[in-house]
C-alpha cells in the first residue's frame, strides 16, 4: 500500500496559475509520516497559527453572521478585510458560504448568487464578467480514498472571463476556459475548452458558444440580495 498522501498533480497546477495568474494558492500541506506508513500532525496548510486563526475567525464570522446581511458593501468590504480578492462591480448575493477566504479571487463586474458554496482552501480564482447562478457548490478538492488516514487531497480551481455557472451545478477542481457554460444541476470533473457548453452528471460537451457574443459587460447587482 503506498501510504505517501495523495498530492495535486503540479502540472495541473502549473497550468492554473498561467491561465489565472491572480489564482492564490495556500501554503502546501505537511505532515509527518510514522514507521507505519500512518500520517502524524496532518496541516492542509502549513501555516503559523496566528494566520490560521486569522483565517478561521473570519470564515465563522462570515458564514454565521455577515453572509446574511443585505447589504454588498458591508459583505465584500469584510471578505476583503480577511483576504479576499474581489474586483469593482462585482457581488457575492446573500447566504453564499466561503471557505478560506484569504484564497478567494473575484475579478470585475462578476456576479455571483445566493446560497452558493465558494470552497477555496486550496485556491479559488474567478475571472472577469463570470456569471454564477444560485446553488452552486465549487468544490475544492477531495479525499485520497486509498490512504489509510482518509486525507484531504486540496486542489485549485479556475473559473475564466465570461463563464456562465447555471444554478445547482457543481464543479469539481478543473479549469472552465474562457465563455464555458455549465448547464443547471451539471457535475463538471474535469475541465471545460473555450466557449464549450457542458451539461450532465458527469458533464459532457453538449454544444459550442459563439467567440464573438462575448462583448458584454457583466455585474448584476440587486439591492439588498
Same mark, same amino acid.
Given at each position: 500500500? %503506498? ?9 495541473d ?10 489564482? $492564490?494558492?495556500p501554503p ?17 496548510? %502549513? ?10 475567525? @473570519?470564515?465563522?464570522?462570515?458564514? #454565521? ?21 474581489? !474586483? ?15 484564497? #478567494? ?12 458554496? #465558494?470552497?477555496?482552501?486550496?485556491? #479559488?480564482?474567478? @475571472? ?21 488516514d ?19 451545478a ?6 472552465? @476556459?474562457?465563455?464555458g ?7 463538471v470533473?474535469?475541465?471545460? !475548452? ?5 451539461? !450532465? ?5 453538449i454544444?459550442k458558444?459563439?467567440?464573438e457574443?462575448? $462583448?458584454?459587460?457583466? @455585474? ?6
Amino acid at each position: 500500500m %503506498n501510504t505517501e498522501p495523495a498530492k495535486a498533480d503540479p502540472e495541473d497546477v502549473a497550468r492554473k496559475v498561467a491561465a489565472a495568474p491572480g489564482l $492564490k494558492l495556500p501554503p502546501p500541506p505537511s505532515y509527518d509520516l510514522q514507521p507505519d506508513g500512518r500520517v502524524a500532525n496532518y496541516r492542509m496548510q %502549513n501555516m503559523g497559527l496566528q494566520r490560521k486563526l486569522r483565517n478561521r475567525i @473570519g470564515q465563522v464570522l462570515y458564514n #454565521l453572521i455577515v453572509t446574511h446581511i443585505p447589504f454588498h458593501f458591508i459583505r465584500q468590504g469584510f471578505l476583503r478585510l480577511f483576504g479576499a480578492t474581489i !474586483g469593482g462591480n462585482s457581488c457575492i448575493m446573500l447566504g453564499t458560504t466561503i471557505l478560506d477566504i484569504e484564497f #478567494l479571487t473575484v475579478g470585475d463586474n462578476t456576479s455571483i448568487g445566493s446560497r452558493c458554496l #465558494l470552497d477555496a482552501r486550496a485556491g #479559488l480564482y474567478i @475571472g472577469n464578467d463570470v456569471t454564477i447562478a444560485s446553488d452552486v457548490q465549487i468544490i475544492g478538492g477531495g479525499h485520497d480514498v486509498n490512504h489509510p488516514d482518509f486525507l484531504p487531497v486540496p486542489i485549485p480551481t479556475v473559473v475564466s472571463d465570461y463563464a456562465w455557472i447555471a444554478s445547482r451545478a457543481m464543479v469539481l477542481p478543473s479549469l472552465i @476556459g474562457r465563455g464555458g457554460v455549465v448547464a443547471a444541476q451539471a457535475v463538471v470533473t474535469k475541465d471545460i !475548452g473555450v466557449c464549450e457548453i457542458v451539461g !450532465g452528471v458527469p458533464a459532457k460537451v453538449i454544444g459550442k458558444r459563439d467567440p464573438e457574443a462575448l $462583448k458584454y459587460t457583466g @455585474g448584476y447587482r440587486p439591492l439588498f440580495c
